[in-house]
């Protein structure tokens, strides 16, 4: 008897833990605060960026409908957020969930949880067309810039490592439109970053014919949308919701307005095709890391 009366006890007190953490999920706190706060970038088109006061882009427009299906009625308040802090904002829970440009990859992840991969990037380098530049070897002794907090930095301090004659002068700023004016006005011979955000930049330009994007990948990395680590229902939600989309085609739809059609604010189309990589990820929906991929590189 007594020994039925403690294992009753003890599923009571599992059950209220288990109750307990489920209130305490993002979810829960979207419903009882009436609102969830969503982190965006100004600089990360097509995939996230500010166009007057207005935030939009493939991410955006991809979490705006996804949490609207997930939280009906529940108000989504968009919240700039750079490479640097949007970890530390996610984590002390001023931000919910950020819909930026955010490269999933094993470091990461151990302070957050990443949704499915949605987009797969090539890294490489943005020149001024002029500059005769094609490959890493012709960058000998010239400046590239990239952005502080972004997966390019360890990758060019390894390039740098590795090939010592090489002399790059390596220039960080602090957000991509920054990164995008050093190239554009010749502090920077090169400015590298993902395909998609150089794409974006160079659309935006005032001469987008001034600039091309060159050499071999750098890296080839997943993009995802970035939540709170241990919050397994909220990440259950949203990975249910991406494999119904990946499913139905409305995500490749979704793609091809953002990549494939003029975009604002200058009708510009930044015209990178769903890659096999990507088409692979939305056939098999997973949040593998950037390592992953890694072996794919030349």
Known sequence: MKRSILWSAAALACTVVAA???????????????????????????????????????????????????????AIRPMVVTPQNRLPLLQNGTI????GSTTNNASRQQQAAFANTTYITEARFAVRATSGIESLEQLKGKTVVT????????????IEADNKGLGLGIVLAKDHAESFLLLETGRADAFAMDD???????????????????????GIEPIAIMIRKDDASFKRAVDTYLAGVMASGELE????KW????????????????????????????????EAYEARLP
């Open 96 to 99: 919910d969930i950020e819909c």
């Open 147 to 158: 952005t502080t907090g972004t997966t390019l930095v360890q990758r060019l301090r390894r």
């Open 253 to 256: 739809k979704l793609y091809a």
């Open 20 to 74: 307990s953490a489920q209130e305490a999920g993002t979810l829960a706190k979207a419903k009882a605060a009436g609102a969830i706060t969503m982190g965006v970038r100004e600089a990360s088109p097509p995939l996230s960026y500010s166009v007057g006061s207005s935030h939009v882009g493939y991410h955006v427009e991809l979490c705006e409908q996804m949490l609207g299906k997930l939280l009906p009625g529940v």
């Open 196 to 218: 998609n955000t150089l794409a974006g930049n160079i659309s935006n330009a005032r001469n987008p014919s001034d600039f091309r994007i060159v050499g071999k990948p750098l």
């Open 259 to 290: 990549f494939m059609a003029p975009i604002p604010p200058r009708n510009a189309i930044i015209n990178i095709p769903l890659s096999d990589s990507l088409k692979a990820a939305f056939q098999s929906p997973n949040d593998r890391p950037a």
